[in-house]
């Protein structure tokens, strides 16, 4: 049986827009600090993005040049109306219908080319061609104004001599604010204009001749000099336009994430406030019945041990829905290490294939394991974190049927892939379905099924490792998660030894737990394991405890044990530098928290302490003292 097909599309082009969209692959590209360019050189990033920038900038400019063509176009129609009038005693009428048709006629061309411009879309490349297109419409219509010029300068004829020297100052004048936006245009306007006119006065023999050629050598140099500080203008307004604009998007996506954040935190007020009461509840009512029949007498055997078998797997469902929780913070806060190598994916899949027999069996599925040789480059761990939590999903959701876990080469990639028969998601629901505390199939909120955060956690590690994401479902048809990850090359199996102590062995604890009742039952818990317990209600304590024991002989300290909040606004990390302080010497530390806020997991985490979660299951206990104290391996998903 092979993995169907029917659900694949075009992975490439599937994973290419994924790692376009993830800011996992962003912040990758960033470190490389180099983009390919189009030649094939390499570029940096930095300069990329100013690159972008001055795009922006430019077709800003480009696009305010067409804008002003349209009052250009005015200007051109009604002066040449008054020209031809004053003009036409003087110059014979055909020339001046020439000339009036040559400007209507390229005036009309320009106002159809800039229409076109604002219909089409622009890229870098089209922007210039563009600009240097209405730079040669500018350098047109500067000549046939200039050839008005040539024709008009008649020092015999005052009116059509200042006439003509009305205009063209004018014109000249004018060129700035309307085409300063690409100075190209403006000088080549400007030189097609006085060029003619400043030929004319060179060959005229006239006592105006030479003031007029400088008049126009000096309107000239000032409209150049205007020209180029209202383009650094308008290139800083633009700037500032853009970048306004970029802050108003930005303030859109806060304000966008702040109003999903708010809604994520509705959600789990309103699936936590029951969610994690239930647990509590049902663990209430088995102590209230412990305590009745201790009431009555000695406890059955037998019963005690149901109800201990019960109370046990009612926590345990407790600390997997708090878990979770923690999971997602432990990515929010980014305390999660990836470390990557070289996967056999034969193990991982044999590993999966054994873990979820009993469970297939149990509903009665079919689950299969396609094997492979391959090797991937991940994070073991996290990979098949993200594996089991896709095989439960999958799991979970079917009724009849099978679930199958296999891969297929895609290029120098690998796709995972785990197919099932269940329901299905429609398409307009299968973004959903990677969001916290979001379950399609659940709508009784069955607490067997969780709390809707495995897919939001696949998703999350996903992007942290760079491994692109797909999901192809159909009503009815069942779906197909896949996840895409890198080959490597084989390896040879390293051989791992276990230095793992016993686990009888003794150590020498020091407690700080501020709840009397915890306290205790800590103590009570690791005196009956074998360890030596210096306890105490706050760091103070703890060191009258430790100096009552040296008192009575040797009290060696090799760990301690400190819940996060304690009384007096103190914290585990100053209750472990006192007690550093005390014994003169740093020993192995554990804080116990049940706090879920990334910034506090952040904090703990750069403390160097060993962090476990609340409630804490005595082997999680028992496992991570010997790994911090004997060097054995510890079961807790903070050790890493």
């Not at 696009?63 to 129609?77: D, F």
């Not at 730079?135 to 004829?157: D, K």
């Not at 992007?463 to 490597?488: M, N, W, Y």
């Not at 360890?531 to 300290?557: F, K, N």
Request: include cysteine; charge should be positive.
């Amino acid at each position: 049986m092979a993995v169907s097909e029917r659900f694949i599309g075009a992975p490439s082009r599937a994973a290419a827009a994924y790692m376009d969209r993830s800011p996992t692959y962003a912040k990758q590209v960033a470190g490389r600090s180099t983009v390919p360019g189009k030649t094939g050189r390499r570029i940096t990033w930095d300069n990329w993005r100013d690159s972008m920038q001055e795009d922006k900038i430019r077709q800003a400019l480009v696009e305010l040049l067409y804008r002003n063509s349209y009052g250009v176009v005015i200007s051109n129609i009604v002066i040449s109306m008054a020209a031809v009038y004053v003009l036409r005693t003087a110059v014979s009428a055909n020339w001046l219908t020439g000339w009036l048709a040559a400007l209507y006629l390229l005036t009309a061309i320009r106002v159809l080319a800039s229409r076109r411009f604002f219909s089409r879309s622009r890229d870098r490349g089209s922007i210039l061609r563009w600009a240097w297109l209405a730079t040669a419409f500018s350098c047109m219509s500067g000549l046939l104004w200039g050839v008005l010029g040539w024709v008009g300068f008649m020092p015999e004829a005052p009116i059509v001599l200042s006439f003509t020297v009305i205009v063209l100052t004018g014109l000249v004048c004018g060129t700035v604010p309307s085409l300063s936006a690409f100075p190209p245009a403006l000088v080549g306007s400007i030189l097609a204009t006085v060029v003619p006119v400043a030929l004319r006065c060179l060959t005229t023999q006239s006592d105006i001749s030479g003031a007029f050629l400088f008049l126009l050598a000096s309107l000239v140099a000032i409209n150049f000099y205007y020209c180029r500080i209202t383009y650094r203008m308008l290139r800083e307004t633009v700037s500032l336009r853009l970048e306004n604009e970029t802050l108003v998007e930005h303030l859109q996506e806060e304000r966008d994430r702040a109003q999903t954040a708010d809604r994520a935190k509705t959600r789990f007020l309103a699936a936590a406030s029951h969610d994690l009461r239930q647990p509590i509840h049902a663990l209430s009512l088995l102590v209230s019945t412990l305590a009745i029949l201790g009431q009555r007498g000695d406890v059955p055997s037998g019963e005690a041990r149901d109800l201990a078998s019960r109370a046990k797997s009612v926590v345990s469902n407790f600390s997997g829905l708090l878990n979770a929780l923690l999971d997602i913070s432990r990515l929010d806060a980014g305390i999660v290490t990836v470390t990557s190598e070289a996967v056999p994916l034969r193990d991982l899949f044999g590993d999966l294939r054994n873990e979820f027999a009993a469970e297939a069996k149990q509903r009665g599925l079919t689950w299969r394991v396609v094997d492979s040789s391959l090797y991937v480059d991940s994070d073991p761990m996290m990979l098949k974190r993200i594996l089991n939590n896709l095989v439960s999903n999958a799991l979970r959701y079917t009724k009849q049927g099978g679930v199958l876990l296999g891969c297929r080469r895609r290029g120098a990639c690998v796709e995972i892939q785990v197919l099932d028969s269940g329901p299905g998601i429609p398409a307009d629901q299968q973004g959903m379905v990677f969001e916290e505390f979001v379950q399609l199939q659940n709508p009784a909120r069955d607490r067997t099924q969780g709390l809707g955060l495995g897919l939001a956690i696949v998703r999350r590690t996903a992007e942290l490792l760079g491994h692109p994401l797909k999901l192809a479902s159909t009503s009815g048809r069942g779906s197909l998660f896949s996840i895409t990850v890198a080959k490597a090359g084989a390896v040879q199996a390293r051989l791992e030894v276990d230095t793992t102590s016993p686990a009888s062995s003794a150590a020498g604890i020091m407690v700080v737990e501020d709840e009397g009742d915890v306290l205790d039952a800590m103590v009570r818990l690791l005196s009956l394991e074998g360890h030596r317990v210096y306890p105490g209600r706050s760091a103070a304590e703890a060191q009258e405890a430790h100096t009552a024991a040296l008192a009575a002989g040797d009290a060696p300290v090799d760990l301690i044990i400190a819940d996060y909040r304690l009384e007096n606004d103190t914290t585990g990390t100053d209750a472990i530098r006192a007690l550093h302080a005390h014994i003169g010497r740093l020993v192995p530390t554990i804080i116990i928290t049940g706090d879920t806020s990334p910034a506090r997991l952040k904090e703990i985490s750069a403390s160097g302490s060993r962090i476990l979660h609340k409630p804490i299951a005595d082997e999680e206990l028992r496992e991570t003292i010997a790994a911090v104290c004997f060097g054995g391996k510890a079961i807790s998903g903070d050790t890493r």
